[in-house]
């Protein structure tokens, strides 16, 4: 039976068959992203687009209201550069259909012409020979086929043709396609979207499709066949802001002068922006003024290529943002970071990536409501996983005491469906936090570059977590009083008496008041000497100064442990946003590894 018309129900059965499609041939697209940058993304970042649409809308009969909820649908789910281009295609597409509860081919080639603008004027810079190009030349064809046939199967049909001879084309346009042999992988997908879409609106298809099961796969990520690309801008990075009259223009502007590949999508209601910038920590908080950030994404591009080279060992660490490690050392171990949420009502900000050490407390003086924390979202762990499950024989991960952080139990269960017969993720409660799992991270990741095999790795973490010690200075209760972890009360009773407690974690990972004292003064003396008495009982290999905003204070500790360990720290840096809400500002701490044996 021919189609004559598109209901709601038909619309959302063409996008999950344009979804299954894109779907299938995403590691094709993976190896051929070369544009803008070659992060081996593209296929991933549209899959999970489309998935996120099927996942999120309920089709209505009517098709004006199922491509309203697909337009909504696709900006809270888009994912990368062609991502979010789809989806503001999508949302001008919906807003040109609201009349039309069924649309005839007619309507639907003047409603795709109508909708072009949409998707160009929310780029920057927009670019020919890209998926804007494939996008374009076929709703033109569309357009003035659709007013000759009445028959969706044929007008689909012949448009596609001519969406493939754009998709061939582009690589004429841009040079680093040219060059890299290739077609625009976005432009390649949107035809693999419209190859789904133009089968299942052949007579009889969807009945069938609707007969089988939805489900959305699981992503995986190809090995080789990349072509390294110079990044220019370090991080992708994407936000979805929902508010009222929120300025598109004046957001795409700032975006413009703080990095490139500028996507503003949306309606002055909501918008999903993407771009490319070295300091995503600067944007989201200048974005909050326009509306409430609802998500937050970024990725580092620079760490993404490292993983897709040929040349690399054959195990990735991982971590998440609680250990405290200068930025420079994860970049010299190529260190993979999982980010806890830092959550400010409605508002979650990426431990260390959009909020990082340096802001932390004037960020906290301004803030209303005293920020909580919570473990990596159950789709960042899926994603950072299944990436390098892809490319690395095997990955350890080191988190955070699992007495003080659900993180341990999160990343472990997703880990565990990766591991059949051979053990490909082993995740490591390494009982600590801060600077203490920093070295713990440090001291694994200088194994891998010292050749050690995965076994090997394994067991020196293991056997230098009951090794490995950390004493933390609290210089003010005010900041556990604002998080609640101590009562008013007892904070001001603190207050008066001046107490400087000392805290550590105990062999179980759990908070506890190792010493305390009444000064200032006091307090560093106390953990001097108990630096000093692990030392004369097994010498300190390896040892990190972390602080609260207090460079100062880390200094003179810096000098009295030079004094006492014969050794400068191995590093000294800021304690994590997290960390930061509860030891405030002025703390300092201590954390060391004692000696081991070398296998």
């Known amino acids: 039976m021919k189609?004559?018309?598109?209901?709601?129900?038909?619309?959302?059965?063409?996008?999950?068959?344009?979804?299954?499609?894109?779907?299938?041939?995403?590691?094709?697209?993976?190896?051929?992203?070369?544009?803008?940058?070659?992060?081996?993304?593209?296929?991933?970042?549209?899959?999970?687009?489309?998935?996120?649409?099927?996942?999120?809308?309920?089709?209505?009969?009517?098709?004006?209201?199922?491509?309203?909820?697909?337009?909504?649908?696709?900006?809270?789910?888009?994912?990368?550069?062609?991502?979010?281009?789809?989806?503001?295609?999508?949302?001008?597409?919906?807003?040109?259909?609201?009349?039309?509860?069924?649309?005839?081919?007619?309507?639907?080639?003047?409603?795709?012409?109508?909708?072009?603008?949409?998707?160009?004027?929310?780029?920057?810079?927009?670019?020919?020979?890209?998926m804007l190009t494939v996008l374009?030349?076929?709703?033109?064809?569309?357009?003035?086929?659709?007013?000759?046939?009445?028959?969706?199967?044929?007008?689909?049909?012949?448009?596609?043709?001519?969406?493939?001879?754009?998709?061939?084309?582009?690589?004429?346009?841009?040079?680093?396609?040219?060059?890299?042999?290739?077609?625009?992988?976005?432009?390649?997908?949107?035809?693999?979207?419209l190859e789904g879409i133009t089968e299942v609106l052949s007579p009889g298809k969807i009945k069938a499709l609707v007969r089988e099961k939805r489900t959305a796969e699981v992503i995986d990520f190809p090995e080789e066949g990349h072509m390294k690309s110079e990044i220019e801008y370090r991080y992708c990075t994407e936000g979805y802001l929902d508010g009222k009259q929120m300025p598109l223009e004046e957001i795409k502007k700032y975006l413009m002068g703080k990095g490139d590949s500028v996507i503003v999508a949306g309606n002055p209601n909501r918008i999903r922006f993407h771009f490319h910038t070295d300091h995503p920590e600067e944007i989201f908080i200048h974005m909050s003024q326009y509306g409430v950030i609802k998500q937050q994404k970024v990725d580092d591009m620079r760490r993404q290529q490292d993983a897709m080279e040929s040349e690399k060992p054959s195990i990735a660490i991982v971590t998440d943002s609680i250990a405290d490690i200068p930025k420079a050392m994860m970049d010299q171990y190529h260190i993979h970071l999982l980010p806890l949420q830092l959550l400010v009502g409605e508002t979650?900000?990426?431990?260390?990536?959009?909020?990082?050490?340096?802001?932390?407390?004037?960020?906290?003086?301004?803030?209303?409501?005293?920020?909580?924390?919570?473990?990596?979202?159950?789709?960042?762990?899926?994603?950072?996983?299944?990436?390098?499950v892809s490319h690395y024989?095997?990955?350890?991960?080191?988190?955070?005491?699992?007495?003080?952080?659900?993180?341990?139990?999160?990343?472990?269960?997703?880990?565990?469906?990766?591991?059949?017969?051979?053990?490909?993720?082993?995740?490591?409660?390494?009982?600590?936090?801060?600077?203490?799992?920093?070295?713990?991270?440090?001291?694994?990741?200088?194994?891998?570059?010292?050749?050690?095999?995965?076994?090997?790795?394994?067991?020196?973490?293991?056997?230098?977590?009951?090794?490995?010690?950390?004493?933390?200075?609290?210089?003010?209760?005010?900041?556990?009083?604002?998080?609640?972890?101590?009562?008013?009360?007892?904070?001001?009773?603190?207050?008066?008496?001046?107490?400087?407690?000392?805290?550590s974690l105990d062999e179980k990972g759990k908070g506890v008041a190792f010493a305390k004292a009444f000064s200032r003064k006091a307090n560093t003396r106390k953990i001097m000497e108990i630096v000093d008495s692990l030392h004369q009982e097994k010498p300190v290999k390896d040892y990190c100064i972390v602080h609260g905003d207090a460079p100062d204070k880390a200094e003179?500790?810096?000098?009295?442990?030079?004094?006492?360990?014969?050794?400068?720290p191995k590093y000294i840096t800021g304690i994590s946003p997290i960390v930061a809400l509860s030891s405030g500002k002025g703390a300092v701490a201590v954390s060391l590894v004692q000696e081991w044996e070398e296998a």
């Open 348 to 388: 979650p900000y990426l431990d260390r990536v959009t909020i990082i050490p340096e802001q932390i407390f004037s960020f906290l003086e301004k803030v209303k409501e005293y920020p909580t924390s919570s473990q990596p979202t159950v789709t960042r762990i899926r994603e950072t996983l299944d990436f390098l």
């Open 3 to 130: 189609v004559y018309y598109l209901n709601g129900k038909r619309v959302y059965y063409a996008i999950m068959a344009g979804a299954r499609k894109v779907s299938h041939q995403r590691h094709h697209l993976n190896e051929i992203n070369v544009f803008p940058v070659a992060d081996g993304d593209t296929g991933n970042n549209l899959s999970l687009t489309l998935n996120h649409i099927l996942e999120e809308v309920k089709p209505q009969l009517a098709a004006n209201q199922t491509f309203e909820s697909i337009a909504a649908a696709s900006l809270t789910g888009a994912r990368g550069n062609s991502g979010v281009i789809l989806a503001q295609f999508l949302n001008g597409l919906a807003e040109e259909v609201k009349p039309h509860k069924e649309i005839s081919t007619d309507v639907f080639g003047e409603s795709l012409i109508r909708s072009i603008p949409y998707a160009y004027e929310s780029m920057a810079n927009p670019v020919e020979g890209t």
């Open 136 to 193: 374009k030349e076929w709703a033109e064809a569309f357009y003035e086929l659709g007013k000759k046939s009445n028959d969706f199967g044929e007008v689909l049909t012949k448009s596609l043709d001519r969406a493939r001879e754009s998709l061939k084309s582009t690589p004429e346009k841009l040079e680093v396609l040219k060059k890299a042999s290739v077609v625009d992988s976005g432009a390649q997908g949107l035809v693999h979207f």
């Open 556 to 568: 003179e500790y810096r000098e009295k442990l030079v004094k006492i360990l014969g050794k400068e």
């Open 393 to 503: 024989e095997h990955v350890l991960v080191l988190t955070v005491s699992g007495s003080i952080s659900g993180t341990y139990q999160a990343i472990l269960h997703e880990a565990e469906k990766y591991n059949g017969k051979k053990e490909r993720i082993a995740v490591i409660d390494t009982l600590k936090n801060s600077g203490a799992q920093g070295l713990l991270v440090l001291s694994a990741a200088e194994a891998v570059q010292n050749g050690k095999t995965f076994e090997e790795v394994k067991n020196l973490v293991k056997s230098l977590i009951p090794k490995t010690h950390i004493y933390v200075s609290v210089a003010t209760f005010e900041y556990m009083v604002r998080g609640g972890r101590v009562s008013p009360m007892k904070g001001k009773l603190a207050k008066w008496l001046n107490l400087k407690p000392i805290v």
